[in-house]
């Protein structure tokens, strides 16, 4: 049944999707599937100077990377603050009709005299209230705040949270030049798109006093607040680009499966249990905002490289390769038309791969024949005797009825016993032919996912070579 819970994911379109940014949506959006509720993404796009249309799209791209899809949203029209200027009037005339807000014409100059002063006695800058009831005509927009008192923020991860109003000033709603402020527009928005619960980053947490007195002046119900705290780098300052790679996109082209970071994104600060891995199902089932640890949570690259290895490992074959097939064509690749050998090349690379990226230059021997042998092992292994042994493989792999990987190994260990050799070195050999190097999965399954044409090709090329060694 669906529930009144109403939630959104407000970013601001000035950089790309921060993981920090992601974690906020993910937790809405966990927050709403769980309630039954609405989940909401509105483009808090009022500062022109810094917002792109090129940003919306990646931040858009992104979310749908992850996975969190939106009930309301762009690409319909009205969820761009761009688009709501008339609401933000119509509340502000609101505020001046029944005298919460007054205008004020103070000049730039005058403002920065009275901060200059407050910083001189090392107080902090309040607004001074001289418009207060000087019935102005023009100017800007400020809210009448009481003078006593205080505000409480009854916090959903963090208590209750309590802010003096003799450290509050009149904030401005509506400049001088009849544009909204941020925190306006902002309340405005929560208002009439009916939020019930308001899930953003604690760097917003010193905002919200000034909100809830604007809700209050607006005679409208305060919703429910939680500030997730910050994501933090190793060294426990706020995680910025100097400590890596901020953005999600880099992480899906570095190739983490969604899931994974999904996965990652939310145990960053709420946690069941020990439990370190779940399924997007047990997450919607199991969230709770109160769960959220009000302190910060650092940001561990290896952890999350080892859920994004668990997830390529466990994940279903057919999804593995719908996720890598884009990761290989970008490393100039082609892979087999044919699905079922694809997936079994797959199957022997995803133990031991991080990332697509790195599963795909793991497997790029599958794809595309060695172009050098490595330099080490060449000249160990591909010397006369090792074409003579070469040519032994070829033959007899030519003759085999069928060519599995257990048929190849048949053949192999035969042909080991008759040389009087150890399994090892014709193994050695034939994966520094077919593959060039000396580390690959089991070789038995590579010759056979290779195709007969296709492996003895390689050994043959790998024996001209080593006769040309003498
Ligand atoms: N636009 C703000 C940001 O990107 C979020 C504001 C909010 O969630 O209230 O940080």
Redesign the pocket.
């Known amino acids: 049944m669906a529930s009144d819970v109403r939630v959104?994911?407000?970013?601001?379109p000035?950089g790309h999707l921060h993981v920090g940014?992601a974690r906020?949506a993910l937790f809405n959006w966990l927050f709403a599937r769980h309630h039954r509720g609405a989940f909401i993404l509105r483009i808090?796009d009022t500062d022109r100077s810094r917002s792109t249309d090129e940003n919306i799209g990646a931040i858009v791209e992104a979310l749908q990377w992850l996975g969190l899809d939106w009930d309301e949203g762009p690409p319909a029209p009205g969820y761009r603050q761009t688009e709501r200027f008339e609401s933000y009037r119509d509340h502000a005339a609101r505020l001046v009709a029944t005298g919460r807000a007054y205008l004020c014409d103070c000049s730039p100059e005058l403002l920065d005299r009275e901060r200059q002063a407050a910083q001189q006695t090392g107080a902090t800058f309040r607004y001074s209230g001289r418009c207060r009831d000087r019935g102005l005509s023009a100017g800007a927009l400020r809210l009448r705040i009481p003078t006593e008192g205080a505000t409480v923020v009854n916090d959903l991860i963090h208590g209750a949270v309590t802010f003096e109003h003799s450290q509050l000033d009149d904030w401005i709603l509506v400049r001088t030049d009849g544009t909204p402020t941020?925190n306006f527009c902002?309340v405005v928005d929560?208002v009439t798109m009916r939020i019930t619960h308001?899930?953003?980053?604690n760097?917003?947490l010193s905002?919200t006093p000034k909100?809830i007195l604007c809700y209050e002046a607006l005679e409208y119900a305060v919703p429910e607040f939680a500030h997730v705290s910050m994501i933090l780098g190793p060294d426990r300052s706020r995680l910025s680009k100097r400590h890596g790679a901020t953005s999600v996109q880099a992480y899906r082209d570095a190739g983490i499966p969604a899931d994974a970071m999904v996965n990652y994104l939310v145990r960053l600060g709420w946690s069941h249990g020990d439990q370190e891995v779940f399924s997007r199902a047990q997450l919607v089932e199991l969230f709770d905002i109160k769960d959220v640890a009000s302190s910060g949570a650092v940001f561990d690259t290896t952890k999350l490289e080892w859920l994004s290895q668990h997830y390529l490992k466990t994940m279903d074959g057919g999804r593995l390769a719908e996720l890598v097939e884009p990761f290989v064509r970008a490393a100039g690749l082609t892979p087999p038309a044919d699905r079922a050998r694809f997936r079994g090349m797959l199957d022997t690379l995803r133990e031991r791969a991080k990332t697509l990226v790195e599963l795909v230059e793991q497997g790029r021997f599958y794809f595309e024949a060695p172009t050098a042998y490595e330099p080490k092992a060449a000249p160990k292994l591909l010397t006369p005797e090792g074409a003579r042994r070469l040519g032994l493989l070829i033959e007899r792999l030519g003759g085999t009825a069928e060519f599995t990987a257990p048929a190849i190994e048949r053949v192999v260990r035969a042909l080991t016993e008759e040389l009087g050799l150890k399994l090892v070195d014709l193994a050695q050999l034939a994966r520094l032919a077919v593959t060039g190097r000396t580390a690959s999965p089991p070789i038995f399954d590579v010759l056979a996912l290779l195709g007969r044409a296709e492996a003895l090709a390689r050994l043959r090329r790998a024996r001209a070579l080593a006769e040309g060694a003498a």
């Open positions: 959104r994911f407000a970013p601001s000035t940014g906020t808090e941020y902002v929560d308001v899930i953003r980053g760097d917003h905002n909100q």
